[in-house]
Antibody, heavy 122, light 109 residues
Framework: EVQLVESGGGLVQPGGSLRLSCVAS????????MHWVRQAPEKGLEWVAG????????GYADSVEGRFTISRDNAKNSLYLQMDSLRPEDSALYHC???????????????WGQGTLVTVSS | SALTQPPSASGSPGQSVTISCTGP?????????VSWYQHHPGKAPKLIIY???KRPSGVPDRLSGSKSGNTASLTVSGLQPEDEADYYC??????????FGTGTRVTVL
């Protein structure tokens, strides 16, 4: 059974940083692209970032480009999201998601974690 | 920017509802990388359609997808109470990026 467990969320002041983690199990993590998706309160889903199986390719939403960094450690079956220069509008539930193949393109999210909550407020 | 979906749709049990999803990335590069997700609040979203019209294992054939130009569509036939949820389209937008739609809340009357 695929399991994705996120952690690292919390309350942070504007301008601060957080590092989210996602530990995966139940599938060959090193063979799948991975994604981060967020949902702000009472808002829709927003794709945040994606990374290929080898970390050779990454992509970001315009809203986080230059502030967030996605990475992975295949030896630890772990996905990360380093979030810097946080803004109140970054407040959301952050989900990690397993891509359906090795590359970000043509790799929709076929399994989702339950999410970790990030609140950016002074 | 986000793909455009109607904010709401509704139908009685047994009827059909169709949700549209419009944006330039729907037709990006000739790819058919459009997917649809069903989201019951408080639960993880679920992939229900990928590559425009393919269904993952376990998804009933009452759910179907299509695409024409820069508009994709999801049809839910034979509406059932458990179909009441939020539905999001998503498409590959190039450069290792994706975009989601604005979301549609489906109500079963």
């Amino acid at each position: 059974e695929v399991q994705l467990v996120e952690s690292g969320g919390g309350l942070v002041q504007p301008g601060g940083s957080l590092r989210l983690s996602c530990v995966a199990s139940g599938f060959n993590f090193d063979q799948r692209a991975m994604h981060w998706v967020r949902q702000a309160p009472e808002k829709g889903l927003e794709w945040v970032a994606g990374i290929t199986w080898s970390s050779g390719g990454v992509g970001y939403a315009d809203s986080v480009e230059g502030r967030f960094t996605i990475s992975r450690d295949n030896a630890k079956n772990s996905l990360y999201l380093q979030m810097d220069s946080l803004r109140p509008e970054d407040s959301a539930l952050y989900h990690c998601g397993k891509g359906s193949n090795s590359y970000v393109s043509g790799s929709p999210i076929d399994s989702w974690g339950q999410g970790t909550l990030v609140t950016v407020s002074s | 920017s986000a793909l455009t979906q109607p904010p709401s749709a509704s139908g009685s049990p047994g009827q059909s509802v169709t949700i549209s999803c419009t944006g330039p990335s729907i037709d990006f590069g000739g790819y058919n990388y459009v997917s649809w997700y069903q989201h019951h609040p408080g639960k993880a979203p679920k992939l229900i359609i990928y590559d425009v019209s393919k269904r993952p294992s376990g998804v009933p054939d009452r759910l179907s997808g299509s695409k024409s130009g820069n508009t994709a569509s999801l049809t839910v036939s034979g509406l059932q109470p458990e179909d009441e949820a939020d539905y999001y389209c998503s498409s590959f937008a190039g450069g290792n990026t994706y975009v989601f739609g604005t979301g549609t809340r489906v109500t079963v009357l």
